[in-house]
């Protein structure tokens, strides 16, 4: 069975700090690994995803996620965060033969101007 | 091009009362997905189809149903609602095994 965890219900960070949200997992065979972000009364949207190739993946808004197959780790990350980055983010996993994304619980990220 | 919509934005209904949530997508998407979001849980699969006419349960089927007559057209039914289904619900759908969009939700209140 596959299986996401992100250990932090809330992350804050100061306006222009680093901004890191954890996600690690487990899945059968080789990760498909996602990152989607939610605004409040919105639908999900993506943010990027690790297939294959280089661990560091560049997505939408600045954001980069690490994947780190030792670990089974798929860190999002932002040099440099804006509030307007305050939001719920998932990160999601599926097996490389499987169709069905496994989410996270979601972790709050608060900007503070 | 409108992605993934759904309809309606909000519903309230009664115990026992059925109703149908529609998904429309217009990106020629083969597979397509309905998810509930409760709070602290992430999102769950309920049920999901890969092609038009097949349909197949996902982690929480029990007291839904699902049709998938028209490749575009993807529908959630609950013939008889109960208060554990206040939720959101999310529709998505994906090329194959591609991303998945999602739509904007429709929040379900059970009273």
């Known amino acids: 069975a596959q299986s996401v965890a992100q250990p932090e219900d809330q992350v804050n960070v100061a306006e222009g700090n680093p901004l890191t949200v954890k996600c690690t997992y487990s899945v059968s065979g080789n990760p498909y690994l996602f990152w989607y972000v939610q605004y409040p009364n919105r639908g999900l949207q993506f943010l990027l995803k690790y297939i294959t190739g280089d661990n560091l993946v560049k997505g939408s808004y600045g954001f980069e996620a690490e994947f780190n197959k030792s670990q089974t780790s798929f860190h999002l990350k932002k040099p440099s965060a804006l509030v307007s980055d305050s939001a719920l983010y998932f990160c999601a996993v599926r097996g490389f033969n499987d169709y069905k994304l496994s989410f996270g619980a979601g972790t709050t990220v608060t900007v503070r101007a | 091009n409108a992605g993934v919509t759904q309809t309606p934005k909000f519903r309230v209904l009664k115990t026992g009362q059925s109703m149908t949530l529609l998904c429309a997508q217009d990106m020629n998407h083969e597979y397509m997905y309905w998810y509930r979001q409760d709070p602290g849980m992430g999102l769950r699969l309920i049920h999901y189809?890969?092609?038009?006419?097949?349909?197949a349960k996902g982690e929480v089927p029990d007291g839904y149903n699902v049709s998938r007559l028209k490749k575009q057209n993807f529908l959630l039914g609950l013939e008889s609602a109960a208060p554990s289904q206040t939720s959101v619900y999310f529709c998505?759908?994906?090329?194959?095994?591609?991303?998945?969009?999602f739509g904007p939700g429709t929040r379900l209140l059970v009273l």
């Open positions: 189809s890969v092609g038009e006419g097949t349909t």
């Open positions: 998505a759908s994906s090329w194959y095994q591609e991303t998945q969009y």
